[in-house]
Structures are given as structure tokens and as C-alpha cells.
């Protein structure tokens, strides 16, 4: 276990050391009661991390998959090179098993299997490996860069503002560093800026509670933790000047699929006048979905309800209703802010106007 | 511990035999996952069901304090008046200490009292224990009688109704039997009407899921445990075209003091234009406040949102708000359902018209 101290900020996941370095990360099934750093020093670590949510988060999933890449291949560096690719394809069929439903995970495999693939014949595995840390280090820096760029273009949002409310965990835990949600408020909070924040506890799964809590803790940020039927009351006592939320798919038109109870904070915060946003990774949209009624609703197990505490808490054989998430309308969202800048109104022109922009500027 | 089928309705209690007999109880604290009735043969017995939460609900607790008082008197039945009057004394002393906060606790004790000692030197101590058993059946039965009243006042609002969202409980376990929110719902179930009940679990401390879900899973109405955070989507979704919830206290505007979610779940009624309504006894109204803003927010113990069953769920030391109700404005309730009918619209004129034709009618 790692000592700890509040205030003091480590990365969910950094790779220590070079070409024979090794991962370290946070075990977020620890948290909030314990904080424990795991060192993975193979694949099969690495594997098992992600595979028992130790890790989690798109972004953070990708990550521990590339610098998995690079543990795998350490010992074949002196080998030659079919070796060398023999033992890269190996790794990725072993991480591509660890969570199948994680398309972030795929990309990243796929990134590093592709830049190595370019570069075969040209060096020899010892510089490869070093080439292949380098695009992991690189896949790790884009994270942090995305993170902190939400951070700068959404401290405006938050000048006047003394109380945010944020539901979820849309932190530094399911990246780098800084997260997307909570980038404006780490951001402003480092610019000497006193903000207090309300976490919704987030039912079923208490994110809110376990992780977001804990971060906030940690940063050293003014933090209270509520239930998510109090959410109204606060925002009623004039506690909240502001929501933000991140987002787990965004449609063409700005509607926001995330966690369930996001479109119930969104309703709260336009019957109080209060500005909703949310804060995503410009890879949120998804401009193939015209709008929210085309995203379907996933419904989880019953028991995230009837059992969330270690202890059953409702009647054996009730029917659950338990879906993973919500979809908030456009209308209901003051701005969207991704790395790019902030969408202001959000409706298709802007999103596409945003997202077109960048997108020639970086010419993908 | 009783036997118990699916749709056997069980008062939450009753007194077994005459002037010798005893109080029967579900034991709230053992629900949802057991159903267990106790046997109370003595005042030590009820004391301690009071005392630890076996027994809740302001009429349920001066129910059990009611008959509690027969329990105390039951050896001096053959004593001199003296002797009976000083037990009765000794009993009423010993239940106030069991939940010094219940208001109605008192008041049944008081009413026993009283009852009594209007009837001093004019019966013997047997004829006095026999009356005295009468007054709390009374009390019983006029719980009873309120709950049922109730019940079929709020029928006619479900007339065109499939789906209800309750909140918290307001069921049959706070009184003799129906309750106050659950009556209109119970009723039209009564009435052969298909209804299906979406119950919120209601954290902090989960008398939805809990209690709520388990009530009406034992009357055999359909229900579906949803976490607080989800009504709105069960709203959006098409699912429910009513909401019912009992009330703490409902000011002389109609403002009413109800369990914390109660005024989120009335705002996203609102914004799905879905009608609102409270059932309660007209005990309930405290026409001594003007409005809402006089009711001040009790706030209770971080341990409930932080070690909600059992285990630790948020960081150690985070600051947590924990308010035990909220307030829902007058213009957010469609309707206050009360024993003496509908009040509708929800304002000062209607209530005062409701409760003071009312006052009048039963000459107090």
C-alpha cells in the first residue's frame, strides 16, 4: 500500500521505468476505504486488472491495454523479429479477452498493433519497444492534453459560480488524470478559485460516494456528499450555481446519453434556473445517431438494487426496474464542453460546426 | 414467527382476546426479508417495540401505546381503585420514556388517561380496564376508519390511471392497516382495478424498498423497485400517469413537509405533466403555519448515507448534508386527499373550507 496524503495528486495509471519499466495503478476496488497502487509487471496483471474493474473508465481501459502491449514484448527485445511479433499478437489476443465490451480497449490494442506493423523491417525489437513505449506514453499524454484542455475551456463557465453539483464519476479515475466533468472544477480549483461541490451518492452502483468523493477529497476540493433525492433540495437552498456531468454517448442533435439520474439532476436544474452542462471528449459524439430516442436504454441486474449494500434491502421476488442510463435532451443543456471549446447553444449546427472545424484542422 | 401467504392482509396490529389478552405486532425491523409478528404480553415488551423501530408511523406508535396501557392495568383489575389508578399512572410514565420525539405517543396516552379518569369512582376496576380496552379499539378503529376513508376518497383520481410512483412509505405498516398514500391504491385494487406501482427505494434509509414494495407485494398488487434516480425516466418513459405520497405535516397554504425526494420527484411530475398528489390524515395539517418556509429542515446523521447497510460507501471524514425532508410548494400538488374528501385546488381557502366545515360537523 502506498502512503497518501491529501492534496497530493497520483495518476490513475503511469508507467514506471523504460523499456523494462513496469504499470502502476490505482486499485479502484479498493476505494474509498483504502488506497492501494498495484504494480503490474506482465500481462497477466494487466489482464487481471482490467478483467476485475481495478481499472476502469474507456480512456483509463485503453491506456493499461497499450502499456500492456509493452509489457508483453519485454522479453523478446534481444529476440528476432518474427519472435517479437509473434509474442505483440499474442499479447493483444490475451488483453482483447480481458473486457470484450470495451471498444476502448480494442482501439488500443489496434493503435499499437498498427504502429508496430508500419515499423516492422525498419528497426530492430530493441528500438521497436522503445518506439512502441513512446505510443503508449503518447496514447497516455493525448488523455491528459484532452482532460486538461475540458479544464481550461470550462473554467469560464464556472466564474461566478461558488457551488457545482456533479453526478457520477466522470473524474480522474476513468483517465489520466482530471477527468471530464470534474476537469473544469480540478482546473479552477488550481487557479485559487474556492468551489464547493455536491455529489450525488449515484444509485445503483455509488459512484458519486465511492470515487468522485474520494477525488474530490483527495485534491483537496471542498466536497459534500448527498443522495440522489436531495439533489432538489440543494439546488432549492441556492447551494448550486451550476451542474456538471460527463457524458457516455452524445447524438448529432447535443442529447446526452450518461448514468441514470442525469436527465432527473437536468430537470432539477432548469425548475431552478440553475446551468446544466456537460463536459466529453469531442470521441463522445456520436454523429451516426441523429438523436436520443435512437439510443437504446441497457438494463443491468436486478440486484444492484435489491442487494446494493452487501445485505438484501427489498422483498425476494419484487420486480426491478434498472436501467444504466438516461438520455438528456439538448434543450435541457446550457453547453457541452469538450477539448475543442464549448458548444454554446447545443443543436446541430454547433456541435457539427465545432466537431467539422477540428476535424479539418486536424485533417482526420 | 407466522405463517404468511401472498395477498393474506395482516394488520400491522391488533389486540388478541379481551381484558386479558395481548398486543399483537409485525416487527418492522425484521421485514423485508423475514415476516415475523410479536407477542406483547407486557408493558416492557411494548416499550421495547417502540423504543427499537418494530413498531413506526406516528399512528401505529399511539396505537401500540394505547393498548399498552391495557397491558399495564391487567394485574390490578381486582385491586382497589387506588392501586389501579397508581398502575395506570406507572404504565403511562414508563411508555413516554420509549420515543420521547413521538407526538402521537403522547397524545394516545393522554386520551387513555383522560378516558379513565372521567370514569373514576363510578365503575370498579374491572369494568374500568373493559372500557378502557373499548377506547383504544376505538383509537384502532378510527385509524382504521381514517385509512379507508381516504382510500376511497382518492380512488376517483386514479380512475384513469395504469401506472402510480410512490415515494418512501405511507403504507398499511404506519397505521392499523392500508395507510395514507397506499389507501387510494390499495382500495382501487380492492375494487378489482389493474394497477402497477412504481415504488421509489428511498435513501437514505430505504422504506421503499424495504416496506413499501414489501406491502404491496403481500396485497398482490404489481409493483416495480426503482432507485430514487430513475423516476424520471419512468416518467418520460410513458409509465406512470400519477404520482401518491403521504405528507409529514401540510401548512395552512398547503405546503407539505414529506420524506426527502418528495419535492424532486413533485418537480419531475411536473415537467412530465403527470398530477401530484398527498394523502394524509387531517391531523396532518398544522394550520398554526402559514407556509412552508415556517417548517424548519431537520437534518440527521452523516452514518446513514455513508455506511448505509452495513458497510462504508464514501471516504472517511467527507462532510455530508443529510436533510430528513423537504418541502413541497402548495403549486406543485394537485390534490391533498384527507378522510373528509379531496382538496382541490391545493390553497388556503379550499383547506380551510375542507377542515373547518369538517371541525364544525363534529362540533371540536
Given at each position: 500500500?502506498?502512503?497518501?496524503?491529501?492534496?497530493?495528486?497520483?495518476?490513475?495509471?503511469?508507467?514506471?521505468?523504460?523499456?523494462?519499466?513496469?504499470?502502476?495503478?490505482?486499485?479502484?476496488?479498493?476505494?474509498?476505504?483504502?488506497?492501494?497502487?498495484?504494480?503490474?509487471?506482465?500481462?497477466?496483471?494487466?489482464?487481471?486488472?482490467?478483467?476485475?474493474?481495478?481499472?476502469?473508465?474507456?480512456?483509463?481501459?485503453?491506456?493499461?491495454?497499450?502499456?500492456?502491449?509493452?509489457?508483453?514484448?519485454?522479453?523478446?527485445?534481444?529476440?528476432?523479429?518474427?519472435?517479437?511479433?509473434?509474442?505483440?499478437?499474442?499479447?493483444?489476443?490475451q488483453l482483447a479477452t480481458s473486457r470484450p465490451t470495451a471498444v476502448n480497449l480494442f482501439w488500443a490494442i489496434a493503435r499499437m498493433k498498427d504502429f508496430a506493423t508500419k515499423l516492422r523491417g525498419k528497426f530492430p525489437p530493441r528500438e521497436m519497444a522503445k518506439a512502441l513505449l513512446g505510443e503508449a506514453t503518447a496514447i497516455w499524454e493525448e488523455d491528459r492534453a484532452m482532460c486538461r484542455a475540458i479544464g481550461r475551456h470550462g473554467v469560464e463557465l464556472l466564474a461566478d459560480v461558488r457551488g457545482v453539483l456533479t453526478h457520477c464519476n466522470a473524474g480522474a479515475l476513468v483517465t489520466v488524470d482530471y477527468g471530464t466533468a470534474l476537469a473544469p472544477i480540478f482546473a479552477a480549483h488550481e487557479a485559487g478559485k474556492r468551489l464547493h461541490v455536491y455529489v450525488d451518492e449515484t444509485r445503483p452502483l455509488l459512484q458519486g460516494a465511492r470515487l468522485t468523493a474520494w477525488e474530490l477529497q483527495q485534491r483537496g476540493v471542498e466536497a459534500t456528499l448527498i443522495c440522489d433525492s436531495m439533489a432538489a433540495q440543494v439546488m432549492r437552498e441556492g447551494r448550486v450555481q451550476a451542474v456538471i456531468v460527463g457524458a457516455d454517448r452524445i447524438a448529432a442533435n447535443g442529447d446526452t446519453a450518461n448514468k441514470i439520474g442525469?436527465?432527473?439532476?437536468?430537470?432539477?436544474?432548469?425548475?431552478?434556473?440553475?446551468?446544466?452542462?456537460?463536459?466529453?471528449?469531442?470521441?463522445?459524439?456520436?454523429?451516426?445517431?441523429?438523436?436520443?430516442?435512437?439510443?437504446?436504454?441497457?438494463?443491468?441486474?436486478a440486484e444492484e438494487i435489491t442487494h446494493g449494500f452487501g445485505r438484501q434491502t427489498a422483498p425476494t421476488g419484487i420486480d426491478v426496474y434498472?436501467?444504466?442510463?438516461?438520455?438528456?435532451?439538448?434543450?435541457?443543456?446550457?453547453?457541452?464542453?469538450?477539448?475543442?471549446?464549448?458548444?454554446?447553444?447545443?443543436?446541430?449546427?454547433?456541435?457539427?460546426?465545432?466537431?467539422?472545424?477540428?476535424?479539418?484542422?486536424q485533417s482526420v
Open positions: 500500500m502506498s502512503a497518501q496524503q491529501p492534496g497530493q495528486v497520483i495518476p490513475t495509471l503511469s508507467w514506471i521505468g523504460g523499456i523494462d519499466g513496469h504499470l502502476r495503478l490505482i486499485d479502484q476496488t479498493r476505494l474509498p476505504t483504502e488506497f492501494v497502487e498495484i504494480e503490474c509487471h506482465d500481462v497477466p496483471a494487466v489482464w487481471e486488472a482490467i478483467r476485475k474493474l481495478k481499472v476502469r473508465g474507456a480512456p483509463a481501459i485503453g491506456i493499461a491495454a497499450a502499456f500492456g502491449m509493452c509489457l508483453g514484448i519485454q522479453n523478446t527485445v534481444d529476440a528476432d523479429e518474427a519472435a517479437f511479433f509473434a509474442r505483440l499478437q499474442a499479447t493483444a489476443d442525469t436527465y432527473s439532476v437536468a430537470l432539477l436544474a432548469a425548475a431552478h434556473n440553475i446551468p446544466f452542462y456537460v463536459a466529453a471528449p469531442s470521441s463522445t459524439f456520436d454523429l451516426s445517431i441523429e438523436s436520443g430516442e435512437q439510443i437504446p436504454i441497457e438494463q443491468r441486474q434498472n436501467p444504466a442510463f438516461d438520455v438528456t435532451p439538448a434543450k435541457l443543456i446550457h453547453a457541452i464542453i469538450c477539448e475543442h471549446g464549448v458548444i454554446r447553444p447545443v443543436d446541430r449546427e454547433q456541435i457539427s460546426s465545432m466537431l467539422g472545424r477540428k476535424l479539418e484542422k
